[in-house]
């Protein structure tokens, strides 16, 4: 089957001929109908040989969507046929974290060496995906493939750090989005289903402002280095009660501290390698800064169960896998409005 591989460190990933997996007891296959394209995979390949803690090849791609094609042994919960969207953050299923479906914070996952599809296991972006058990396909129940796709993760993880600061997002409250692209878009999104809060979204680009406009942010702000005075302004000089970065970069991050209001939460989402010093003075008294991974099972289901009400719209521009590689240059290049998704079998 064709996947697409990061092979090389620092050279750009390939579409190459694997061999087609085959289930083991206990697992299931998909063939694979949508693969979404994360930032995250830039991280993986920035990364010098000697941090990069998967082995290469690595078949790229947490974000899928597929149905069922064979089931291994003992394998009941699933049947052939059935279209799933997969849970990307993959626990071992009875630690404290995952009896709580929170396998994105699996106690044991590092000592087991259990890796997500795309980070670390064989990912989605590929003819066929293997995954390690029934516990983590959702069934999309009409959910349209593309669409579903960038839920697993663009949706999930502004979900799960967004639900952890609803009770701050009371009406006449202000969150701010710093970084509209895959993440981010969808974040305004559910700001705007979930919560009263007036949403104003920062971007360097004008396109991608226009965006989240379209999507819901009451107010955009180019993201420079007035950008924190002008949110001030905006909220007459209280702040924002939640700010959620998705770049995460040593500038973006301290428009986030510039900009929080006191006892805010800030979640710093993006992968920039940006750090917010915490102590007495150096924030609004009281705020709350943390750097949340992915999402808890549960709230996957909850995603999905919102998309389907018609809350959530993700923006995606799609491509077959041979042009995959042409997906992560364009993402790279910030050509991308929304989420750009792989149909391996399209
Ligand atoms: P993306 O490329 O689709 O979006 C990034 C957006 O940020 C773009 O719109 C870009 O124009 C904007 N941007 C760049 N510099 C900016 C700045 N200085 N100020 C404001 N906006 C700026 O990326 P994505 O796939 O949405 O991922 C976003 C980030 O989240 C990445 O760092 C990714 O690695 C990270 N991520 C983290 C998790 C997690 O679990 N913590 C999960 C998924 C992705
Ligand atoms: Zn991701
Ligand atoms: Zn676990």
Redesign the pocket.
């Known amino acids: 089957m064709k996947a697409l591989q990061y092979r090389t460190v620092g050279a750009p990933p390939e579409v190459v001929h694997v061999p087609e997996p085959e289930p083991g007891p206990g697992q299931v296959l998909l063939k694979v109908t949508a693969a979404g ?7 993986v390949m920035y990364r010098h040989a000697e941090r990069l803690h998967y082995d290469l090849p690595l078949t790229l791609g947490h974000e899928g969507v597929g149905t069922v094609v064979a089931v291994g042994a003992g394998v009941t919960a699933v049947q052939e046929g059935a279209a799933v969207a997969v849970y990307g ?1 993959w626990g071992c299923g009875s630690c404290a974290k995952c009896a709580e479906s929170k396998e ?1 914070y699996c106690l044991r996952a590092d000592e087991l060496r259990i890796c997500p599809p795309g980070l670390g296991a064989p990912g989605a972006i590929a003819e066929y995906l293997l995954v390690d058990n029934p516990r983590h396909l959702v069934p999309l129940h009409g959910l349209d493939p593309v669409a579903a796709v960038p839920l697993t ?2 949706g999930l ?1 502004p979900y ?2 967004i639900k952890r600061s609803l009770p701050k997002l009371t009406s006449g409250s202000t969150a701010v989005v ?9 974040a305004i999104q559910l700001l705007r289903a979930l919560t009263p809060a007036r949403v104003i979204a ?4 004008d396109d ?1 402002l226009r ?1 989240a406009r379209e999507v819901g942010a009451h107010e955009t702000v180019l ?2 280095a007035g ?1 924190a005075s002008v949110v001030r302004k905006l909220t007459d000089g209280i702040g924002a009660e939640a700010v959620f970065d ?4 040593p ?2 991050v301290r ?1 986030a501290g510039e900009v929080a209001a006191v006892e805010a939460d800030i979640s ?5 390698g940006g750090a917010l010093p915490v102590g007495f003075g150096y924030l609004p008294h009281a705020v709350s800064v943390n ?5 808890s099972r549960t709230e996957l289901v909850e995603v999905l169960a919102l998309a389907r009400s018609g809350a959530v719209s993700v923006h995606t521009e799609t491509f077959s896998l041979d042009d995959a590689p042409l997906a992560y240059e364009r ?2 290049a ?1 050509e ?5 998704v792989i149909l391996p079998n399209g």
Do not use: Q
Request: proline share 5%; with cysteine; charged share 10%.
């Open positions: 394209v994360c930032h995250s995979d830039f991280v953050p994105n993760d663009a993880t799960h750090a710093i970084g509209a692209g895959g993440l981010g878009h969808v920062l971007d360097v680009s991608k965006l993201s420079d950008a998705f770049v995460g970069t500038p973006t428009t710093i989402v993006g992968i920039g750097a949340p991974y992915w999402g993402l790279h910030g991308i409005i929304g989420r750009a």
